[in-house]
């Protein structure tokens, strides 16, 4: 049952290649046992090599410590940008506070203005009754009255009277006093034209 044009192996040839073929096939059976085997343990007991040397993976200490001052630095900057925002804020609010306050004292000075402008208003209102008044009395008695007052103040209401009724007054005064007020009136003319 051979083919044609092939030889026939004779017994011997056979049992000799079985014999072979049988070999081949444990030796195969024993290497990828071993290699199996050499696998298993190579999964569990790695062993890493390095191959660029080992200062590769170890940091430089002057590296840590330059790591850590950057660190500091930027928790210390991030400290100081909060308290630069907190002034901020805080300077805000003084000037706001600031603000109200002037607004308040402008107001203020405004009605103290207008309560001066009425007072004084209202004063020279009585100054003007009042020298109405002793332009109305009897000479002999207004001058009396003046020859009891201070020598400035009479001064200040004869200047405010009609020339008429404060010559009239003065000519009623002890001589002493009408030369004070007559002093003083014309100090304040002299003063008066020299500012």
Request: net charge negative; glycine share 4%; charged share 25%.
């Amino acid at each position: 049952m051979n083919k044609p044009g092939t030889k026939a192996l004779k017994p011997i040839q056979r049992q000799i290649t079985l014999l072979i073929l049988l070999l081949f096939l444990a030796s195969a059976g024993v290497r990828f046992a071993g290699l199996s085997a050499a696998w298993a343990t190579a999964e569990t007991d790695v062993e890493v090599t390095d191959t660029f040397g080992s200062d590769m993976c170890i940091p430089d200490p002057a590296f840590s410590t330059m790591m850590e001052d950057l660190t500091a630095r930027e928790a210390r900057l991030l400290a100081a940008e909060v308290a630069i925002e907190q002034k901020r804020v805080d300077v805000e609010l003084s000037r706001q506070a600031i603000l109200e306050q002037l607004a308040i004292l402008e107001e203020a000075e405004m009605r103290l203005e207008a309560g001066l402008a009425a007072s004084s208003t209202a004063s020279e209102d009585d100054l003007s009754q009042l020298t109405a008044v002793y332009q109305a009395m009897k000479p002999k008695v207004a001058a009396e009255l003046f020859e009891a007052m201070d020598p400035e103040f009479a001064a200040g209401f004869l200047v405010r009277m009609a020339p008429e009724s404060a010559a009239a007054i003065v000519s009623g005064l002890e001589p002493a006093t009408a030369y004070a007020v007559s002093v003083i009136v014309a100090g304040r003319n002299a003063n008066a034209l020299k500012e």
